[in-house]
Nanobody, 127 residues
Framework: QVVLVESGGGLAQAGGSLTLSCAAS????????VGWFRQAPGKERKFVSA????????CYTDSVKGRFTISRDAAKNTVALQLDSLKLEDTAVYYC????????????????????WGQGTQVNVSS
């Protein structure tokens, strides 16, 4: 059983930055992926980024490439998502999630396979 808790959301101006953190209690194994998703008001939840725990492989949705950076700290059991050059359309509730994988595989960019989810943290970007 893994419990995920997000933090770091808040209000930022367009062009600004925020750092989100996902703290995990429980074991995360080497081939597991930890991902970030977001849900804007009135829209479905969508993939943002993910990182493979042991090797650090990362993937991003196109709209955040070059602006967001995902990283992990194995000693602290945390995953961070650095949000830079924020845009109004980045406003959403951001969720972290764990995708347990026995053998590893391509970066999972859909909700399929993500078994554990945090409660979310709100990010608001203002003009």
């Amino acid at each position: 059983q893994v419990v995920l808790v997000e933090s770091g959301g808040g209000l930022a101006q367009a062009g600004g930055s925020l750092t989100l953190s996902c703290a995990a209690s429980g074991l995360i194994y080497g081939n597991d992926y930890v991902g970030w998703f977001r849900q804007a008001p009135g829209k479905e939840r969508k993939f943002v980024s993910a990182i493979r725990w042991r090797y650090g492989n990362t993937c991003y949705t196109d709209s955040v490439k070059g602006r967001f950076t995902i990283s992990r700290d194995a000693a602290k059991n945390t995953v961070a998502l650095q949000l830079d050059s924020l845009k109004l359309e980045d406003t959403a509730v951001y969720y972290c999630a764990l995708n347990p994988q026995l053998h590893g595989g391509p970066c999972p960019a859909t909700e399929r396979g993500y078994e554990y989810w945090g409660q979310g943290t709100q990010v608001n970007v203002s003009s």
